[in-house]
Nanobody, 116 residues
Framework: AQLVESGGGMVQPGGSLRLSCAASGIVVSTYSMSWYRQAPGKERELVATVLSGGVRWYADSVKGRFTVFRDNDKNTVYLQMNSLNSEDTAVYYC???????????WGQGTQVTVSS
């Protein structure tokens, strides 16, 4: 299985980005999928999860600003990020999760930089 993240970039505070996680070798609709991020000098942290049944979970720091969703036809998981601020600057990764833990090898991620 392979997951490829894309959609990152540089955006001003208050801006929006949509990240994509294209999957091959797995069917994302049948698994719980998560987005993580790692800021410079910090540990990787869980940002959002969409469970196989469709229930969504968000970290408090992004609740109300980020939305995780799937496009089953494209076998892709997305992270819509609005009202971005400097604390959202990080490399963002997606992964399949089981019992709350990542299952697959990490991809290269996609860099998000929020700066004026």
């Amino acid at each position: 299985a392979q997951l490829v993240e894309s959609g990152g970039g540089m955006v001003q505070p208050g801006g929006s980005l949509r990240l994509s996680c294209a999957a091959s070798g797995i069917v994302v609709s049948t698994y719980s999928m998560s987005w993580y991020r790692q800021a410079p000098g910090k540990e990787r942290e869980l940002v959002a999860t969409v469970l196989s049944g469709g229930v969504r979970w968000y970290a408090d720091s992004v609740k109300g600003r980020f939305t995780v969703f799937r496009d089953n036809d494209k076998n892709t998981v997305y992270l819509q990020m609005n009202s971005l601020n400097s604390e959202d600057t990080a490399v963002y990764y997606c992964n399949r999760v089981r019992d709350g833990r990542p299952v697959l090898s990490w991809g290269q991620g996609t860099q998000v930089t929020v700066s004026s």
